[in-house]
């Protein structure tokens, strides 16, 4: 089995750009989909990328997702920071036993 | 649009079940699966098992096995999620997912599970 390990935290800036990193301990991040999530205090998560970089309609382009096998992690980027994109953000993957994992999450602050 | 609506609240004692019911609406609730995600107070996010809703077969996290049973009622879109002896441990919010085979991409909006004698 595996681990997604993500930071604690992360911020910056309205206006800037942030990328928030999830690394796969075994096996390559390119062989399963990835997914990122957000979770604003108090509400459901809600999917921002799915299998690596798709956007769920309603998701705006600011949000996107990637793949690098050479440091075998995936990453979700935010540009033109907005402080409603203060919130919780989980990456999530699996394998081919069914094996599912969720990263630990990562709180981005902006300010 | 993609809703999911979720049974209301519950609270059990130790070693009760917990029958939580999901809704789905907005979509051919057969070409997608389920899964269930659960969130313990102030901790991460937890996946629990998922189910095929076209054929029926389902899968959960080891942890989980033998006390879960994940079941669906095509003639009402609704998935349901049992789970048996419930310890103090298990009070979180459970959630629904319709799921395009272990990637959830539409979210209900949570049960809140308390378990307390």
């Known amino acids: 089995n595996f681990m997604l390990t993500q930071p604690h935290s992360v911020s910056e800036s309205p206006g800037k750009t942030v990328t928030i990193s999830c690394t796969r301990s075994?096996?390559?991040?390119?062989?399963?989909?990835v997914q990122w999530f957000q979770q604003r205090p108090g509400s459901a998560p809600t999917t921002v990328i799915y299998?690596?970089?798709?956007?769920p309609s309603g998701v705006p382009d600011r949000f996107s997702g990637s793949i690098d096998s050479s440091s075998n992690s995936a990453s979700l980027t935010i540009s033109g920071l907005k402080t409603e994109d203060e919130a919780d953000y989980f990456c999530?993957?699996?394998?081919?036993?069914?094996?599912?994992?969720f990263g630990g999450g990562t709180r981005l602050t902006v300010l | 649009q993609v809703q999911l609506v979720q049974s209301g609240a519950e609270v059990k004692k130790p070693g009760a079940s917990v029958k939580v019911s999901c809704k789905a609406s907005?979509?051919?609730?057969?070409?997608?699966?389920i899964s269930w995600v659960r969130q313990a107070p102030g901790q991460g996010l937890e996946w629990m098992g998922w189910?095929?809703?076209?054929?029926?077969?389902?899968n959960s996290a080891q942890k989980f096995q033998g006390r879960i049973t994940m079941t669906t009622d095509t003639s009402r879109s609704t998935a349901y999620m049992d789970l048996r002896s419930l310890r103090s441990d298990d009070t979180a919010v459970y959630y629904c997912a319709k799921d395009r085979g272990l990637r959830p991409v539409h979210w209900g909006q949570g049960t809140l599970v308390t378990v307390s004698s």
């Open positions: 999530q993957s699996y394998n081919s036993d069914i094996y599912v994992v």
């Open positions: 299998e690596d970089n798709q956007r």
């Open positions: 189910i095929n809703v076209y054929n029926g077969k389902s």
């Open positions: 907005g979509y051919t609730f057969t070409t997608y699966g």
């Open positions: 075994s096996g390559s991040i390119a062989s399963n989909f």
